[in-house]
């Protein structure tokens, strides 16, 4: 009775923590709900394998047990049965079949493959050196991502924008230690390495973007140090009218639109603050025209519009100062640490209300 019970409460602990599991993670933070072409193929690719291996162990589980059962030992059989060495026809029919099963495996994944690599696209150049395809420029960074538009000649960080219904090629690297490209939902993933560019393209569906309020989840998918889990990043994808649109406000914020004093007091005392304690990491242009190495922060030129703080804190003033104040605890080992000096309660108000200010939208 009592081992029957603790049978019991195992079986409802091991439901109870199935059912606990299964409600985790962000919406639209899954390879399983495929939201573009690339993440569609890799779904396919996945399901098929994981069908035809599903038949494998049927089949073969079924013979096994037919085996174990009809030639078990019976009661009072003292015989041995038929001693069998070599079949042709069998060894045919069970070499056969696992070359049949690799081929229709092979054919699509191979046909994939080449597919996702397809980047010819950035390579065709107008006389002006940019490209038809919208290409990005992704730069890792410990712990944070930097979103370069070559052709439009902006730079953002933290969220991407992309148009839905066509492809967006990447160009990635890497600025101190080996990361990797993540969008779930999208497709990936690829490394993002010190010292070579990766290419890749993915595709955001129109019907998806709005299912997901326009809104996926990007993650960094490879050990980095202590704040690996927390460098992420989110990607916007618009439909192209208002990428557009985005686009044209993005490009406004020049580095003379930088300069102009908000007309809020409280924020105008918050530039002074900037400008003395901030700006020489980080960057509120959009045109920054520094080279890559002098980027080593963040670009903040439409920072009011940004989904979270930091990328993991809930996008309000509260948070933000909290962030200010003491950014390794929120990400351990993370560069900001202490780089900036000691704020006053003051300074710290009228810095965030500057920071919020900073919109383009
Ligand atoms: Cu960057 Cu993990």
Redesign the pocket.
């Known amino acids: 009775m009592k081992q029957k019970l603790t049978k019991w409460r195992l079986f409802t602990a091991v439901g109870l923590l199935a059912l606990v599991l299964s409600g985790c993670g962000e919406p639209f933070l899954s390879t399983l709900t495929p939201a573009g072409e690339a993440g569609q193929t890799a779904y396919d690719l996945m399901m098929l394998s994981t069908w035809i291996m599903v038949g494998v162990v049927i089949v073969v589980s079924i013979l096994f047990a037919v085996a174990v059962i009809k030639f078990r030992r019976r009661k009072g059989d003292k015989a041995i049965p038929k001693q069998v060495e070599g079949s042709h026809v069998l060894e045919i029919i069970w070499t056969a079949i696992p070359i049949l099963l690799l081929i229709v495996l092979a054919i699509p994944t191979v046909i994939a493959t080449f597919d996702l690599a397809d980047t010819k696209a950035m390579d065709k150049k107008n006389e002006d050196g940019t490209t038809d395809a919208l290409v990005v420029n992704v730069r ?1 960074n ?2 944070w991502w930097e979103f370069e538009y070559p052709n439009q000649k902006i730079i953002t960080s933290q969220d991407l924008v992309v148009p839905t219904d066509q492809k967006v090629y990447f160009n990635v690297k890497a600025s101190d ?1 080996k ?2 490209f993540w969008i779930p939902a999208a497709g990936g993933k690829i490394d993002t390495n010190v010292d070579n560019v990766n290419k890749m393209w993915l595709e955001f569906d129109n019907e998806k973007a709005a299912e997901a309020d326009n809104l996926f989840y990007g993650k ?6 202590p704040s ?2 927390l ?1 992420d990043f989110k990607v916007r994808a618009l439909p192209q009218e208002e990428f557009d649109q985005w686009i044209t406000a993005m490009q406004a914020v020049d580095a003379e639109a930088a300069e102009e004093v908000p007309t809020d007091p409280t924020a105008a005392a918050g530039q002074e603050v900037f400008n003395q304690k901030c700006l020489s990491c980080h960057a509120v242009t959009t045109a920054d025209a520094r080279p890559e190495a002098a980027r080593t922060a963040p670009n903040l030129a439409n920072f009011g519009d940004r989904e979270l703080v930091a990328g993991i804190l809930a996008h309000n003033e509260e948070e933000l100062k909290s962030w200010i104040k003491n950014p390794e605890q929120y990400k351990p080992g993370n560069k900001m640490t202490g780089t900036y000096g000691e704020l006053s309660d003051q300074e710290l108000d009228q810095l965030a209300a500057y920071l919020m200010s900073l919109k383009v939208e």
């Open positions: 890792a410990l712990y230690v990361h990797s960094c998918a490879e050990l980095c140090g690996h889990a460098m």
